[in-house]
């Protein structure tokens, strides 16, 4: 399947989509920021990037900006759970800066399969976790 590299400072959120990806057939790997993150894309060079918004180091929106100066092709599926309830549209703000898709916080197990398919272009059954 794909190579997809997973860039989120939580550990726990890490293990999951590590978790869900792997059980979809795909070679996950992961980074704990946008630093890693980047230096890991320019190695690797993978199918998707999926970044999470707010991390230190290398936030989000910053971390896309680089990718795309990096790869300006390259599949960026941005997460957050500021999604703009109350307070900044963090997500908007990704969209507007070059991630192809964004999906909030908590990630619901058929959302993610739906997107990160159609962001590889695969038309696989999606599974729910």
Partial sequence: MATVLVIDDSAEMRRMLLRMLDSAGHHPYAAVDGVEGVALYARYRPDLVITDIL????????????????????????????????????LAAAR???????????????????????????????KET
């Fill in 96 to 126: 507007e800066l070059g991630a192809d898709e964004v999906l909030t916080k908590p990630v619901r197990a058929v959302e993610f399969y739906a997107v990160v398919n159609r962001m590889l272009g695969l038309a696989l059954a999606t």
């Fill in 55 to 90: 991390m230190p180091n290398m936030e989000g929106i910053e971390t896309i900006r680089e990718l795309r100066r990096i790869s300006p092709a390259v599949k960026i599926l941005a997460i957050s759970g500021s999604g703009g309830y109350g307070g900044p549209n963090y």
